[in-house]
């Protein structure tokens, strides 16, 4: 139930965002050249102290205004959210394994009241450094290879 009530918080969140689309490039589809370009700030005068006006989306100068950085501080902030949830999904899964590997072990043990029935649990006792090692020591060397 945990779970889905993040997903649903993450999928409303992105759907918010995704809706409320705030633009990060100054003129990515129909400029000239710098695709790129982080948004820039509009200023309120239209024509600078120089007497020349001021460049719009796409024309020679404009990357000398300052950055307009909301679009990708929005975005920053969505995959900060997202990574969030993603660290909280992969804990859940983690106790989630933990606690079904602790049944699976507490089944096995009440399997041992019967001598037939102890044999595999019994075996998988005896076998439990091989079942073991290859999650827990050869793993991780393989990691740092």
């Known amino acids: 139930i945990w779970m889905l009530f993040e997903y649903a918080g993450a999928s409303a969140l992105a759907l918010e965002r995704a809706t409320d689309a705030t633009p990060i490039y100054d003129a990515d589809v129909w400029a000239p050249a710098r695709f790129f370009m982080l948004r820039k700030q509009e200023p309120n005068i239209t024509v600078t102290s120089t007497g020349s006006p001021v ?5 020679p100068g404009r990357w000398a205004l300052p950055d307009d950085t ?3 501080d929005a975005l920053a902030t969505l995959h900060s959210y997202l990574d969030d949830l993603r660290t909280n999904r992969t804990i859940y ?3 989630l394994c933990t606690s079904l590997i602790a049944l699976v072990g507490r ?3 009440m399997c041992t009241f019967q001598p037939r029935l102890a044999i ?8 439990a450094t ?5 999650a827990f020591v050869r793993h991780p060397i393989e990691e740092l290879i």
């Open 70 to 72: 909301t679009g990708i």
């Open 93 to 95: 899964a983690l106790l």
């Open 107 to 109: 089944l096995l043990t």
């Open 130 to 134: 091989e079942i073991a090692q290859p």
């Open 55 to 59: 460049p719009r989306p796409g024309e």
């Open 120 to 127: 595999i649990p019994l075996t998988l006792w005896l076998a």
